[in-house]
């Protein structure tokens, strides 16, 4: 079931819909069964936040002339004040500085 999930979520986590509601109605499994699996990781809805910052980590050093603005909204969040807060808080820079650090 976790594996099934996970493969889930990677397909659509570009999506900014996306979220641990919308994973337990697309594959009809249990509140309890799912969250209790996730528990680990801080929640279905952390996995998820942490998978999206993961990726948009390699998106900034990746494409480093895209906007800031467009890797957010590419891996699925919704505001660019949002994204930089849960940024900032993951990796204790901001997204620019990030960036900065690794392309030097």
Same mark, same amino acid.
């Given at each position: !079931?976790?594996?099934?999930? &996970?493969?889930?979520v +990677?397909? +659509?986590?570009?999506?900014?819909?996306?979220?641990?509601? &919308?994973v337990?109605s697309?594959l009809q499994?249990?509140r309890?069964?799912?969250?209790?699996? =996730?528990?680990?990781?801080?929640?279905?809805g952390?996995?998820?936040?942490?998978?999206?910052?993961? +990726?948009?980590?390699?998106?900034?050093? #990746?494409?480093? +002339?895209?906007?800031?603005?467009?890797?957010? =909204?590419?891996v699925? =969040?919704?505001?660019?004040?949002?994204?930089?807060?849960? =940024? #900032? &808080?993951?990796?204790? !820079?901001?997204?620019?500085?990030?960036?900065?650090?690794?392309?030097?």
């Amino acid at each position: !079931m976790v594996n099934q999930v &996970r493969r889930y979520v +990677h397909a +659509h986590l570009c999506d900014d819909e996306l979220s641990p509601e &919308r994973v337990l109605s697309a594959l009809q499994l249990p509140r309890s069964t799912l969250y209790r699996q =996730f528990q680990c990781e801080g929640g279905l809805g952390a996995y998820i936040r942490d998978l999206r910052l993961r +990726h948009a980590a390699d998106d900034l050093i #990746r494409y480093p +002339h895209a906007l800031v603005l467009e890797i957010a =909204f590419g891996v699925g =969040f919704k505001s660019a004040s949002v994204f930089t807060r849960a =940024f #900032r &808080r993951a990796y204790g !820079m901001a997204p620019q500085e990030y960036r900065a650090l690794a392309g030097k």
